[in-house]
């Protein structure tokens, strides 16, 4: 075989973690900001898979409004919520909702962090498919059809394995393999960011740990075949917490019901309202116009950030917070964590970049491009 191309997608892997030759340093052509898009992993790795935006392929956030026919939770039934009221133990009926979900062939990346049972109801997950397999987007194809489509041999490793077994996965691959590409995605970056914060001597440990692993990749790939390209990227990046803020108090001390006068979701870094009346609509808007540390994203905004959606999926009104801010509680999570992303694409942590040994002839500014970038490689390895 002549032309092998590796893909390492590495979850927050941000402008900030991966500017400098120290990381990766055989792949030293330079590096430059690449803007990610509005909304969590959820939705950024859908706009690299597709080249579309999040009003495009549907995905913004893990959690969206449930449809009128209702959602992938809707036959679970208010029993759970009263049991788990009942019992206290809801990490067993989250377990059970987990594998209920399952059973009924969800294979989409989801959890249920600390949404209120009681609630689970009213939304839906945005990923019923897993995104890295073919026929994931109704709307358009992903990478995975490309690849399809061409009948291109290749392995593609994703979140449903452990590190340790991708990794020895892709070096079988590429020792013994007939694969033109493969695509390796790891989540573990993110989720170390998340608990100790971007700028903890663990991140760089981490780092380290991934240059000389994926280095290593590239040297058997050279020994195997005439040319080997390398793209090593993420989907955005990590900003470290420095506030915290409970808004979710502030809900509650509203003289207004959830389901019957309003719903809300709390991300992390954004609150997400669907209101049935005027009324609960200006409390809401009043409440949060006071609040310093974010804004309420309007119409005008959504759409240039790709993210207006006209059937309100993921909120009619969108309060985001401003970077290194942190709703706690929030559905996410009921403690605070030292790192966070989901902020506007243009704060100054939300940038991934590109690693490539490739001379490009357009460096990609934003996903779409990168997108483009990776697809070009896919067709290359097809030829
Ligand atoms: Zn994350």
New binding site residues.
Partial sequence: MSRQVLVFLI??LGYEQARDAEFLPSLAAPRAPIETVLG??SGCIPSLLTGAGPARHGHLSMYRKAPTHGGVFSGIGPWVAAAAKMTGRHWTMRRWISAYLRRRGITGYFSLYDVPLPWLRYFDLCQRKNVYAPQAFSEMPGLPDVLQQHAIPHRIFDWTISEEEAFAGLAAEIRDGNSRVLFFYR?DL??L??TVGPRDRRVKEKLDDYSRRIGEMIDTARARHREVEVYVFGDHG?AEVEHTHDVWAALRGLPFAVPGDYLYFLDSTMARFWFRHDEARRSVRRVLAELPYGRILETRELEDLNAFFPQQDYGEMIFLVEEGHLLVPSFMGLTPVRG???YHPLAAASYTTLVTNQELAHYPRNLFELHDVLRAAFERAAA
Avoid: E, I, L, V
Wanted: charged residues 15%; proline residues 8%.
């Fill in positions: 979850d927050a969590y992993s989540p993110d989720g960011m998340h990590m966070m992303h989901g």
